[in-house]
């Protein structure tokens, strides 16, 4: 068995769902991530049937769905009056990712502030404790994606919530591009959170707060802020990841799931996939 398995996101080839299946398969992959937020593939889109025929889809093309992403953008789950309708379409996702044979749903909660006694932590805290506890419920986890804050301050906030349903998908590119935090390091601190990785990379070119960045995202670019001014996205082995080191960190904490490849930016997103499954293809040997 290999040391690490390797999925795509398919909306980053950036074509309809059939076609980037086929894609998935051709690059190389065995898994793939869908995002499950709206239009098609929205939960309250979707009868049963469909999504039998979906699932029958992705086998049929010897793969498996390693998570889904139901990121449902804006400020996450920092603003309480809009967590009730987020908090029960979070448990819809849940739901389809059961009914696709899978047990991850990624996304953003906004970030974690520092200080445990701001009272964005108790918010965030509600909202995540309610989805944990669906989550343990249905057999599924509800996984924080790094970057918005430094991975000591997500593993803080994730001790306190006392529940194996919330956990990480761990993306070490945002860590490098938003809070400069160390990947290798990070991935021991949340060694017992991880459950589902994005194979990304990046730089940073200026540091900021993380707030002014995913405050950018939330509100829709509305700020006088140029973001290519702070970070780049590259493709894998460009950046300031440091793959051998992070993989082996991985490897070390006994992490033998998914390293899925995230590509949202680029003109040529299928040329830059299946070079990225290459580059971790050849990375892997080293733990066989």
Known sequence: MAAFQIGVMVDSFRVELEEGIKKAKEVGATGIQIYATYGRMAPENLSAAQRREILDMIK???LVV???????????????????????????????????????????????????????????????????????SVGAYFAIETGPE?????????????????RVNFDPANLVMVTGDDPVEAVYTLRDYIVHTHAKDGIMK??????????????????????????????????????????????????????TIEREVGEKPEE?????????????????
């Not at 993989?247 to 390293?259: N, P």
């Not at 830059?272 to 066989?288: H, Y």
């Open 150 to 166: 430094k991975a000591v301050t997500l593993k803080k906030f994730l001790d306190s919530l006392k529940s194996s349903g919330v």
């Open 60 to 62: 049929s093309n010897g």
């Open 206 to 259: 200026k540091q900021t707060d993380p707030e002014v960045i995913y405050n950018f995202f939330a509100e829709g670019g509305i700020e006088d802020l140029r973001l290519e001014d702070y970070f780049k996205e590259t493709p894998l082995g460009e950046g300031q990841v440091d793959f051998d080191r992070y993989l082996k960190a991985l490897y070390d904490i006994g992490y033998r799931g998914f390293l």
């Open 272 to 288: 830059d996939i299946r070079q990225a499954v290459i580059f971790l293809k050849e990375k892997i040997k080293a733990f066989e």
């Open 66 to 136: 390693s998570a889904i992403c139901g990121d449902l953008g804006g400020h996450g789950f920092t603003k309480p009056e809009d967590n009730p309708w987020k908090i029960e379409k979070s448990k819809r996702i849940m739901d389809l990712a059961k009914d696709l044979e899978a047990n991850v749903v990624t996304t953003h909660i906004g970030v974690i502030p520092e200080d445990e006694n701001h009272p964005r932590w108790r918010i965030l805290q509600d909202a995540c404790g309610e989805l944990a506890e669906y989550g343990d």
